[in-house]
């Protein structure tokens, strides 16, 4: 078993080394790509600035059956079955098909952590030449090489706002509790976009996002927490794709932000970055294993990532879409919607995008599982 060491100021030494897979960023989707590997006998590193869960860099929601078929949900702090929408002239109470939690991000990333053998070291990656990763403690290379460093994409073509298809996202943490997972729709906070109010047991995560990356989301995020009697502390926010990118480039695989997985709409992009990952760890295993090459790897998984560009598009459409619709029609409209046939359909549909029995699937023709290119994309 590998010895994992982190390192800090003059114990970052130099490092270099070549490796079977290299995963640069250990979160969400870095650490899923990780997991997938465990077994194999690779040498696999998986390098991130940061020490493992030492960042959160979310709410930190995601559907409770995934986090329990991932092995996590050790990490879950509260589970609801309801979603409260809120406009400026009416409030609706929905009853989910399934069940969204809030979860701890240090917990939830040592726990996905442990399901991997990877090396693991602290370094800052600044780019790479071929498959050689340039990073502050020196260089990198292995054969394949995973971009799992969010929206940046840093060893891509990079993503710059405002002009990027990205949204902005902020929130604060303040001590606290609720029974209810809340939503915004309202102009009041954000022209295009929404406010939202994450409890997890003991912290609130209270938040606004703008679909518009000019939108400056600083002075309503704490609107939204004193409106809430909430205190505005803890900040946590960031740039979130909404456009889905290509998923492989010049010979590097990218997943979860890095390949813009993130779900326009809702800026769902966990257990889309647990899906994307899975998919390409399937991939890469197949590699280190014999059963597959690099360049039909990096064909497979590209066709599956860009599979799902229909439903990303749709969903984009809608992100759209929904600002434009005046404050006194959404109240009816959101209302309307509310009919528990409309809801199960709407969220099991929503849900279906990445789906948690994804996790489970077998291979049935090849290391993608059940769901080869052909059929996801039907
Ligand atoms: C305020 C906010 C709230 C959100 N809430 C939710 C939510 O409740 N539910 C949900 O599903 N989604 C939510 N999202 C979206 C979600 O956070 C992202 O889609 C998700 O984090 C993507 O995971 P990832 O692993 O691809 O990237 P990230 O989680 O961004 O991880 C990237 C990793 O790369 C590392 N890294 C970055 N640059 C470098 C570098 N140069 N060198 C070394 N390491 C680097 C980082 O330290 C980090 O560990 C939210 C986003 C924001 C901004």
């Known amino acids: 078993m590998p010895t994992r060491r982190t390192k800090r100021g003059a114990e970052r030494t130099p490092l270099s080394g070549d490796y079977d897979v290299l995963i640069c960023g250990a979160s969400f989707a870095g650490l899923t790509v990780a997991r997938e590997l465990a077994g ?29 078929n991932m092995g996590l949900e050790g990490s879950m702090r509260q589970t609801f079955e309801e979603l409260v929408i809120h406009t400026p002239f009416a409030t609706s109470r929905y009853r989910l098909p399934w069940t969204f939690s809030t979860f701890d991000y240090r917990t939830l990333c040592e726990l996905l952590d442990e399901q991997n053998e990877a090396e693991f070291e602290t370094a800052k990656v600044n780019g790479r030449t071929g498959n050689v990763v340039h990073t502050d403690r020196g260089d990198l290379s292995a054969p394949l090489v995973v971009d799992a460093l969010g929206w940046r994409r840093v060893l891509g073509s990079g993503y710059q ?81 909404h456009k889905l990118r290509e998923a492989t480039e010049d010979g590097i695989f990218f997943v979860g932000d890095s390949a813009g997985h993130c779900l326009p709409l809702t800026a769902e992009g966990i257990r889309t970055a647990f899906y994307f990952g899975l998919a390409l760890g399937r991939e890469l295993r197949a590699v280190v294993d014999g059963r597959s090459t690099r360049a039909h790897a990096m064909a497979q998984y590209h066709a599956f990532s860009a599979a799902h560009e229909r439903k990303f598009r749709w969903m984009l459409r809608t992100q759209k879409a929904v600002p434009r619709v005046p404050p006194r029609l959404l109240a009816p409209a959101i209302r309307a919607m509310g009919t528990r046939r409309f809801v199960d359909w709407s969220f099991n549909h929503y849900l279906a995008i990445a789906p948690p029995s994804f996790v489970t699937a077998r291979p049935a023709r090849g290391p993608l599982g059940e769901r080869a290119p052909a059929r996801a994309a039907a």
């Not at 590193?45 to 709410?59: K, L, N, P």
């Not at 003991?202 to 409106?227: C, I, M, W, Y």
């Open 161 to 241: 706002p405002p002009d990027a298809p990205l949204s902005r996202g902020l929130e604060v943490h303040p001590g606290g509790s609720s029974d209810d997972l809340e939503i915004w729709i309202d102009r009041r906070y954000v022209p295009a976009g929404y406010g939202w109010s994450f409890p997890a047991r003991d912290e609130v995560r209270v938040g606004v996002g703008s679909f518009d990356p000019r939108f400056h989301v600083k002075d309503t995020t704490v609107l939204l927490a004193q409106d809430l009697q909430r205190d505005a502390v803890r900040y946590q926010g960031n740039w979130i794709p």
């Open 40 to 68: 194999s006998g690779a040498r696999v590193m998986v390098v991130d600035r940061y020490e493992v869960g030492e960042r959160q860099t979310s709410a930190c929601a995601a559907p409770t059956e995934w986090l329990e």
